[in-house]
């Protein structure tokens, strides 16, 4: 692995069910970050973690959960999924959370609800 | 508030020089960065301003006025290969990034 990688690439999902989005980086960066992206709109920031163990609420949080138990992996879970959380997902790590600190993006999951 | 603004979508030139605007409106001001992103593919970073000025690197140029809360991205000959969006994003006092729509950039030949 070299980077960052996410899974699944794409998933159409029926409303009300539980997904995980899965995210691994292999930098050993101590800093990582869900984001989605809509057209028209610039990223958002839905969860962020700055080292292992820790996790804080970004711009959009609602109805998204997330767990940062080792350095590597940061998945993402939509409890009950809902319409409007059709989107694009891109998990971002840095070096750490300071400035002039690089994010390096994942290739992105792309989800519909239905 | 915080806000970015970027113009939406530009047209230019095969081997023309391009300028792509952006102001900022944060809570503290970490830097500006901007970034790459070809349809259907992640964002890749481009450049990364904290002081004044001119940070030059190749063919791309990034450009900062802290006291404006103004960048620009400049693109000289440009390539079939530059049709992209840029995107353009400031780091506030909480080192989190701010980021704007975007800026699709088209190439015609």
């Known amino acids: 692995i070299a980077g960052i990688t996410q899974a699944p690439t794409s998933q159409i999902l029926a409303a009300g069910r539980r997904m995980t989005l899965r995210c691994t980086q292999d930098m050993r960066h101590n800093a990582m970050y869900w984001y989605r992206q809509d057209l028209g709109l610039g990223l958002r920031l839905i969860h962020y973690s700055n080292t292992a163990g820790t996790t804080g609420k970004g711009e959009v949080p609602d109805g998204y959960s997330v767990s940062r138990a080792n350095t590597d992996d940061f998945p993402l879970t939509l409890a009950s999924a809902v319409p409007s959380q059709t989107s694009v997902y891109f998990c971002a790590s840095s070096e750490s959370s300071g400035p002039t600190d690089t994010q390096y993006f994942g290739p992105g999951t792309r989800l519909t609800v239905l | 508030g915080q806000n970015i603004d970027q113009p939406t979508e530009m047209t230019a030139t095969e081997g023309a020089i391009v300028q792509i605007n952006c102001t900022y409106q944060?809570?503290?001001?970490?830097?500006l960065f901007w970034y790459q992103q070809h349809a259907g593919e992640a964002p890749t970073f481009l450049s990364y301003n904290v002081l004044d000025g001119l940070e030059e690197k190749g063919r791309f140029s990034s450009f900062l006025s802290r006291s404006k809360g103004y960048s620009y991205l400049l693109l000289k000959e440009l390539q079939m290969k530059d049709s992209a969006s840029y995107l353009c994003?400031?780091?506030?006092?909480?080192?989190?990034?701010?980021w704007g729509a975007g800026t699709k950039l088209i190439i015609k030949p």
């Open positions: 944060t809570s503290g001001f970490n830097g």
């Open positions: 994003a400031a780091q506030d006092s909480n080192y989190q990034l701010i």
